[in-house]
């Protein structure tokens, strides 16, 4: 199976890519692609901009990537309880495209924060919202107080908990 991979955040010491690493780890049999939003990164979304020039070329390579692959895994960061505008803008775009953004692929949702919310907040908006944009979400889980619960030199999850919540939430892509 062809997994793609992306933490929902442009930053170079994203947290949720860390995660996204580490539940990479628990699929050994997939094929996982752990993308970099940073390498689709676009003006700020703009009508005038949309008509002037048209629909940046890599919100089709963003959307081809998700084409090519058979599921999603995606750790979104929460700025404020809502998406980064990083990913917001490369949503906005690649919808301006197809508003089918997910393809009608499953996808696994995760999110993590330095705080006890663990990024609930977007992370529930991007469950709710999904279907709307094609996605088919088969599990969430938001991973609370990031530092307290992952070795970042280890690249591990260390609460054994956490651990088994997050292999019961990639199961589906295990099962299929
Ligand atoms: C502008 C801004 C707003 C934030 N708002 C939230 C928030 O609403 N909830 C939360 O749990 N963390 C919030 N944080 C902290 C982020 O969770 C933290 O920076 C985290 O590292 C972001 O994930 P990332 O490292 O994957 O980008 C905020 C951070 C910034 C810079």
Do not use: C
Not at 98 to 121: C, D, F, R, W
Not at 154 to 165: D, I, M, Q, R
């Amino acid at each position: 199976m062809k997994v793609l991979a992306f933490a929902a955040s442009n930053s170079r010491k994203s947290i949720n890519k860390d995660l996204i690493r580490y539940a990479s780890t628990l699929l050994p049999d997939s094929d996982v692609e752990i993308i970099d939003i940073n390498d689709y990164e676009m003006p700020l979304y703009s009508s005038d901009l949309e008509e002037a020039h048209g629909i940046p070329e890599a919100a089709s390579r963003f959307l081809d990537k998700i084409a090519a692959a058979d599921a999603l895994v995606i750790s979104y960061a929460e700025h404020n309880g809502n998406y980064t505008v990083a990913y917001k803008n490369l949503f906005d775009w690649a919808s301006r495209k197809n508003q089918e953004v997910y393809q009608s692929k499953p996808i696994i949702m995760l999110s993590t924060s330095p705080g006890a919310g663990g990024a609930q907040s977007v992370l529930s908006l991007a469950v709710e919202s999904a279907h709307f944009f094609a996605g088919k979400v088969m599990a969430s889980l938001s991973i609370p107080e990031f530092y307290k619960n992952f070795d970042r030199d280890e690249g591990v999850l260390t609460n054994p908990e956490l651990v088994a919540k997050l292999e019961e939430t990639l199961s589906p892509l295990l099962q299929a």
